[in-house]
């Protein structure tokens, strides 16, 4: 079965500091491109994160710019994305997606991490 | 940024009515690079359609995608209750966005 399973979510205070991690199974993982996409609560989905089968193309959203840094390890079929300096904002429900190549849609979806940032 | 616009923002309809989800966006999407997808409370969101018309795997043909530029159209022939839902438009042509989505809810 093709499967992505995101850990790593919490209760972190302003400024903190988390690892999301995302495992992939049931599908050559090696051969995908892999997002994060987050939903505030109450709120519609936004495109956080993108990383190509190789890791070798980045891309992160303008919000989070300079804070979160995505990351693959092709061997252990698992991306990653550190969040620096959380705010507020950025509490969510942190979703891990793949898409077949860049200019393709996100066909499989984790089932979510909670990231809550709060003092 | 490729601003999406979605409406209405909540569809109140009965099963078996056709519903019509609408996507605007703020410059022409090339290629057709337009998904939608559908989300359940709790639970993630399910691609349903991509390239604008094409339907992913396993999705009924009640689903049908429409539209070309910047203006799109999701179409669903006859409720069934397991569609009641928010759907969610997507461009993947500069970047990705997401449209606020659209709530159809049983009437």
Partial sequence: EVQLVESGGGLVQPGGSLRLSCAAS??????????????APGEGLEWVSYISSSGNNIYHADS??????????????????????LRAEDTAIYYC????????????????????VSS | E??????PGTLSLSPGERATLSCRA???????YLAWYQQKPGQAPRLLIYGASSRA?????????????????????????ED???????????SRTFGQGTKVEIK
């Avoid at chain 1, 049931?26 to 997002?35: K, P």
């Avoid at chain 1, 860049?102 to 066909?107: G, I, R, S, T, Y």
């Avoid at chain 2, 490729?2 to 409406?7: A, G, N, P, R, Y």
């Fill in chain 2, 2 to 7: 490729i601003v999406l616009t979605q409406s």
């Fill in chain 1, 26 to 39: 049931g599908f050559t993982f090696s051969r995908y491109e892999m997002n994060w996409v987050r939903q």
């Fill in chain 2, 57 to 81: 795997t396993g999705i009924p043909d009640r689903f049908s995608g429409s539209g070309s530029g910047t203006d799109f159209t999701l179409t669903i022939s006859g409720l069934e209750p």
């Fill in chain 1, 97 to 116: 997606a793949r898409s077949e190549g860049f200019w393709d849609p996100f066909d499989i979806w984790g089932q979510g991490t909670t990231v809550t």
């Fill in chain 2, 26 to 32: 703020s410059q022409s999407i090339s290629s057709s």
């Fill in chain 1, 64 to 85: 989070v710019k300079g804070r979160f840094t995505i990351s693959r390890d092709n061997a252990k079929n698992s991306q990653y994305l550190q969040m620096n300096s």
């Fill in chain 2, 84 to 94: 009641f839902a928010v759907y969610y438009c997507q461009q993947y042509s500069n």
